[in-house]
């Protein structure tokens, strides 16, 4: 039993990652329909900057603050550069083009920082047990970014005029302009959103997950399974997806064998898009994809 | 000037494209493998031998790209399977080469089939998640199961003997190999021109106007899916025999990459393409393994990357056709500038040409057919129309008189909007009818529904007996079922004639296999013949050879008349055929639809064109806010109140006058 809380444990916490990845990935997709690939190369890309940050001797917040910040601009810059560059993207097109930009990034990464992994010191705080179960404080910071930076997306897209114009931007570009969003401001704001969102994932994870040049891939990909367990467009029913999937994951890790781990996610894609290609969106209605 | 001479050079090998190009492209590419192992030196040969290698699955993806216009993120899952269980099968049950190779084929196309089967029904980018998920999921597998030999992976078997020669260097591996990627490519090359890929290339097109032509898209994507699991198969055997251990690294994710780049920077869908890609991405990734440890001192590992996500980046965004763009449109100024010099030179013959085509040498193109030919020739043309053996057989499985759709209690809910509100009606064989009401009514509704463009809410739609309702338009389509379209559904990637030979599809026969392996000639010769009657038929004949969408709006109606007439239907639904035609189009329409119907035709027709209507058809219904509100002969429809009420506002009397007036004009 106590081995079964201790993984649901560290399935929650390696879950809130995936939540964290697929919230920024229904963040572009929702604004412009594009898949992006380079979603979890976002976070190792902040994990890594920030872990050099640190070895200069800068103290652990100010290095995350300039990773996280870095690494929004860079995906804005993604986006400037790369995305808005290619007429009529279509979705398909879109997974080919990230897919490149993931593959340069990672090329990048693996250039500057070598083959190894690398971990970042932890976050302050101390570990608690509570009931046999021992609870990381790193754990406890990877759960509470989902709530703080996961939550603050979910509303701000949810609830504030702008995050509904952002939305609206796909479908209904004249409706958003009216509201004073261009598509072109739209995009770049839903890449920046995405950009912190893995950031902030690469940062909290790094100190238990370590950071590696490839590493980004397949994150994002397990993001991107939890995106399509919410259909794609919410983010709700993608964070609980992701809980899920980080839950399971562990459990096989624990139960059957770690390295049948990380084929789990596609096992669940497949099923998912053969049973229910809507997701656990309950009115697969909403659901254009 | 260019567009007359586009017309002048149209031949028949204009139709199937450059039938000779490719047998002396093959045959240069012939001589080149047998020379360069003569020539190559030692590490030149060994990414000749991989780019032949790669070069499989390449095809196969740019045939699942071009073709089925979907992508695979996991090819190298594909070749992967192919590779494992081609050592396999000789490591472990010690099987002869050939066998083996066999099965590994087999296993990498009944692992697309599995995934092909739910993923394909599905629309979207589904294919290129479940393709990523498989690719991992096998990377995963052999890596963590014993039989697969874990990390260490497959080794120990035979290298490949031929006529008792074993094939135990490179310059033999590259003659062993290229024998199979030449007839790959040939086979591509054929079924991208085949009866299949012709109709694939539509449904890329437009789905639903190839659907209502009788094409069944979700077999056909299947197929080539599996077949492009094939060619990824068949590579992994190769993979397998040249490097004599197949380990987990065979399947890894970077190696869909390195597939996807050589078919995107060959230029999307292009064959040539992909080969061309192959040896490049190969030629590339060996050069940046050995610059950039160069440049940057201390880079190990898979360094090459690099050049893959800025190649891939900038392909994508400058150069989206890929090297096949590149090399067409040098190509096309090449010939254009050659017709050119040769048109200054005689323009007697080039004017030969023209009148020898036995059009009227008009503007080709830019216009309808000039105003003098149309004011004069009216009755003319009408004639021609009339007394045109050339207009396609039709097919009566009925007697006339007989009911060939009965449609029966046809609803249309959209949330809570009622589109088509239980219609009912039937359509006796050999009749004109036409269905006519005000915007927003529901006439197209219920056209979508009795072709399957749209399921609906409830109500049947039997054609010849059978319920087709909420089946595929091309199940309707293959019963004999065709239809045109209101907003034009148009193959923009193929010419004129191209169009409506497609709508000789259901006409034809020859699968994905005979077109692949090119015995299909005849027939599709014959069928272009009878597409190429129908223009001339309908005066199009001139613009056969001009790209579809290049057509005047018009023209490009009278076009998808003619492309649903190629389908010998027995029942052709025209969704307002009249709209955006001049005046002597209607006529002749108007002439040929009757011509029609009196060969035997039952003809449904939605319009606006009262008084079109009223003249036209044998027999009216009249939808009113998704009600049919009445249905009879025009005379008894054309004096029904509630008609008029409907049709021309609330007030009756204004009303009677008004469609007087309509009728009066006609």
Request: hydrophobic share 50%; net charge neutral.
């Amino acid at each position: 039993m106590i081995d079964f809380l201790q993984l649901t444990v560290a399935g929650l916490s390696q879950g809130s990652v995936y939540a964290l990845l697929a919230v920024g990935l229904i963040a572009t997709y929702t604004v412009r329909h594009v898949v992006n690939i380079a979603q979890g190369d976002y976070a190792t890309l902040a994990g890594l900057g920030s872990i050099s940050l640190v070895t200069a001797g800068l103290p652990l917040p100010v290095a995350i603050l300039i990773a996280l910040i870095s690494v929004t601009l860079a995906s804005v810059l993604i986006e400037r550069l790369v995305i808005a560059r290619v007429k009529n993207l279509t979705t398909l097109v879109s997974i080919i083009l990230t897919l490149g930009v993931s593959t340069l990034l990672q090329a990048i990464m693996l250039l500057i920082w070598g083959a190894e992994a690398k971990r970042l010191p932890a976050f302050p705080g101390s570990d608690l047990t509570l009931g046999g179960v021992s609870i990381r404080s790193q754990e406890l910071w990877m759960l509470g970014a989902l709530v703080v930076v996961g939550g603050g997306v979910l509303l701000f897209y949810e609830k504030t005029r702008w995050g509904k114009a952002l939305r609206a931007s796909a479908e209904q570009p004249v409706a958003a302009r009216i509201v004073g969003i261009s598509p072109a401001v739209a995009s770049v704001i839903a890449f920046a959103i995405a950009g912190f969102v893995g950031a902030t994932a690469g940062v909290v994870s790094s100190p238990i997950y370590l950071s590696i040049w490839s590493g980004g891939l397949l994150l994002g990909l397990k993001g991107f399974v939890a995106a399509v367990l919410g259909g794609l467009v919410s983010f709700r029913a993608a964070i609980v997806g992701a809980l899920l999937l980080g839950i399971i994951e562990s459990y096989v890790a624990g139960y059957v064998a770690s390295g049948w781990k990380d084929a789990v996610a596609f096992f669940i894609l497949i099923i998912v898009l053969i049973i229910r290609p809507a997701g656990l969106v309950l009115r697969p209605n909403a659901v254009r994809v | 000037m260019s567009y007359l001479n586009k017309a002048a050079m149209r031949s028949k090998t204009g139709f199937w494209p450059n039938n000779r190009g490719t047998i002396l492209g093959v045959a240069a590419f012939a001589v080149v493998i047998a020379i360069i192992p003569f020539t190559a030196s030692s590490s030149m040969m060994n990414i000749a031998v991989f780019s032949m290698i790669f070069a499989l699955p390449a095809i196969g993806l740019s045939l699942l790209m071009g073709l089925a216009g979907q992508v695979s993120l996991g090819q190298a899952a594909f070749f992967a399977i192919g590779a494992y269980t081609h050592a396999i099968l000789l490591q472990k049950f010690e099987m002869p080469g050939p066998v083996a190779a066999v099965g590994g084929v087999a296993a990498a196309m009944l692992a697309a089939l599995l995934i092909g089967l739910p993923m394909l029904r599905l629309r979207g980018h589904y294919l290129a998640l479940a393709t990523l998920g498989l690719g991992f999921i096998v990377m995963i597998a052999v890596r963590e199961w014993e039989f697969t030999g874990r990390t260490t992976g497959i080794y120990g078997y035979g290298r490949p003997e031929v006529f008792g020669i074993p094939i135990d260097n490179n310059g033999l591996f590259f003659w062993f190999v290229a024998p199979f990627v030449l007839i790959g490519l040939v086979l591509a090359l054929n079924l991208t021109r085949s009866r299949a890929g012709r109709a694939l290339s539509a449904v890329n097109d437009s789905e639903l106007a190839a659907e209502s032509l009788g094409v069944n898209t979700y077999a056909l994507r299947v197929k080539v899916f599996t077949l492009s699991a094939g060619f990824a198969g068949l590579g992994g055997v190769f993979y397998a025999y040249q490097v004599q251990i197949v380990s987990p690294q065979v399947a890894e994710f970077h190696v869909s990459v390195e597939l996807l780049l050589m078919v995107v920077l060959g230029g999307l869908g292009s064959v040539w393409g992909a080969v061309a890609g192959a040896f490049i991405v190969e030629l590339l990734s060996e050069g940046l393994r050995d610059l950039i440890p160069a440049i940057i001192p201390g880079a190990t590992g898979e360094v090459q990357l690099i050049g893959y996500g800025l190649v891939l980046i900038l392909v994508i965004i400058l150069l989206p056709g890929g090297l096949y763009q590149v090399v067409k449109s040098a190509w096309a100024a090449i010939t254009r500038r050659r017709a050119d010099a040769s048109a200054k030179r005689s323009p007697v013959i080039a004017a030969a040409d023209d009148d020898g085509s036995g059009e009227v040498p008009t503007r080709a193109f830019g216009g309808l057919p000039s105003e003098t030919t149309a004011g004069d020739g009216l009755d003319e043309v009408a004639d021609a129309a009339a007394s045109d053996a050339r207009i396609p057989t039709v097919s009566t499985p009925v007697a006339a008189g007989e009911p060939i759709l009965e449609v029966s209690g046809l609803t249309k809910r959209y949330g809570g909007v009622v589109a088509v509100d239980d219609v009912t009606l039937t359509v006796p064989a050999g009749q004109i009818m036409g269905l006519i009401g005000p915007n927003g009514a529901g006439k197209t509704t219920c056209f979508n529904m009795i072709t399957g463009a749209i399921a609906p809410t409830s109500g049947t739609v039997r054609f010849l007996g059978e319920e087709i309702q909420g089946r595929k338009p091309h199940v309707g389509a293959e019963a004999g079922l065709t239809r045109t379209f209101q907003n034009l559904q148009v193959f923009s990637s193929t010419d004129v004639v191209g169009n409506v030979y497609m709508g000789r599809y259901r006409k034809g026969r020859a699968g994905i296999l005979r077109g692949m392996f090119g015995l299909q000639g005849r027939e599709q010769y014959a069928h272009e013949e009878i597409a190429r009657d129908i223009l001339d038929s309908m005066r199009l004949g001139d613009v056969a050879g001009l790209a579809a969408g290049d057509l005047p709006f018009g023209r490009q109606r009278m076009m998808e008349v003619c492309r649903a007439l190629a389908a010998e239907p027995a029942l052709l639904l025209l969704d307002e055929p009249m709209a955006g035609l001049s005046g002597s189009e209607r006529e002749l329409l108007a002439q040929l639809l009757r011509s029609l119907r009196d060969a035997g035709l039952t003809i449904v027709l939605v319009e606006h064109d009262v008084a079109q209507v009223m003249a036209l058809a044998d027999s009216v219904a009249v939808l009113d806010d998704g009600v049919l509100i009445a249905h009879g002969d025009p005379e008894s429809v054309r004096n029904d109140p509630a008609v008029i009420v409907a049709y021309l506002g609330t007030d009756a009397e204004e009303a009677e006058a008004e469609l007087k007036e309509l009728e009066d004009q006609s």
